[in-house]
């Protein structure tokens, strides 16, 4: 009887277990709603920036042969690179499944090869996730904050990034990448590694036809290009932060939902154990019956 008691306390215990990974695959559900909204939103803008800092610099271009003076873009294709900060954006809480450590891994890959090239890296992390990681393994991180990724604003990320903007101009580093663990749909996340600086939108240029502009740049368009290269660099910081917050929702509706269903299936098997003990127990109850009535004849 004690193991028919231990079965059924195992049994109430993943079915409690259960209805917890069944309300927290509820709530990122309806979380995850909301954050896909503000991807899409934000996506738009950031194609906008996009369109319109390529149209700038397309002409700047035209009007001024020697091209763009500005420490954002690198016209110097064969610069030797010195020292690169790599930031990256990790959950503030787990049970995620493999999300934050296929941005850790990522990240890991990065800086082997970098090291190969004897390049110095620093690195830069938002999400407790990711800093726990690295600081428990002895990795030492240039700047870290925790509450950012899971609640991003535009003036928190923009806060984070302006210390590696300002290194980078300065000359202190000669390039930032950013790495986060972006949303492609309800059911996979899209790992997302890419230059922030130097600014290279070459792939995206645009036409004269299709120019927006319809006025030449005056003698201020240097100052003109760098705030909008700034702004370009605070909302891609900004717009990985919701973009990673939503493949994280993703990524823990699937988590616990895979939980769930390993909780029903468990549950499903201690039930079986569960009665084949019990059935024991009566037919042993039952034996020993006959066995005494046996004996008083």
């Known amino acids: 009887m004690a193991n028919l008691k231990d079965i059924k306390r195992k049994i109430k215990s993943v079915q409690n277990t259960q209805k917890t990974t069944r309300a927290m695959k509820l709530v990122s559900t309806s979380k995850l709603k909301k954050a896909e909204e503000l991807t899409k939103r934000s996506r738009v803008y950031a194609e906008k920036i996009n369109e319109v800092m390529t149209d700038i610099r397309y002409k700047i271009e035209k009007f001024h042969i020697g091209g763009i003076k500005s420490r954002y873009f690198n016209e110097e294709l064969n610069k030797e690179i010195k020292m690169v900060d790599i930031v990256f954006v990790t959950a503030d809480k787990g049970l995620c499944g493999g999300f934050n450590m296929s941005t850790i891994k990522a990240v890991l890959n990065l800086m082997n090869e970098y090291k190969k090239k004897n390049i110095k890296i620093r690195l830069r992390a938002l999400g407790k996730k990711g800093i726990q990681y690295f600081n428990f393994n002895e990795i030492e991180l240039l700047d ?135 059935q024991e127990a009566i037919t042993k109850e039952l034996i020993e019956i006959n066995t005494g009535i046996e004996a008083m004849k």
Request: aromatic share 6%; hydrophobic share 40%; with cysteine.
């Open 144 to 278: 870290s904050e925790v509450d950012v990724s899971s609640s991003p604003t535009y003036e928190k990320a923009a806060e984070f990034i302006k210390k590696a903007t300002d290194d980078y101009i300065n000359g202190v580093t000669d390039k930032v990448v950013l790495v986060h663990n972006g949303f492609r749909n309800m059911i996979s996340q899209e790992l997302k590694v890419r230059d922030l600086l130097p600014i290279n939108i070459s792939d995206c240029a645009v036409s004269e036809s299709n120019s927006l502009m319809e006025v030449e740049p005056d003698d201020g368009e240097g100052e003109v290009l760098d705030e909008l290269a700034q702004k370009y660099i605070e909302y891609g910081m900004y717009f990985s932060l919701i973009d990673s917050l939503a493949a994280e929702h993703s990524a823990r509706m699937q988590a616990m939902d895979a939980a769930t269903n390993n909780a029903k299936d468990l549950v499903k098997s201690l039930s079986v154990q569960y009665n084949k003990a019990r």
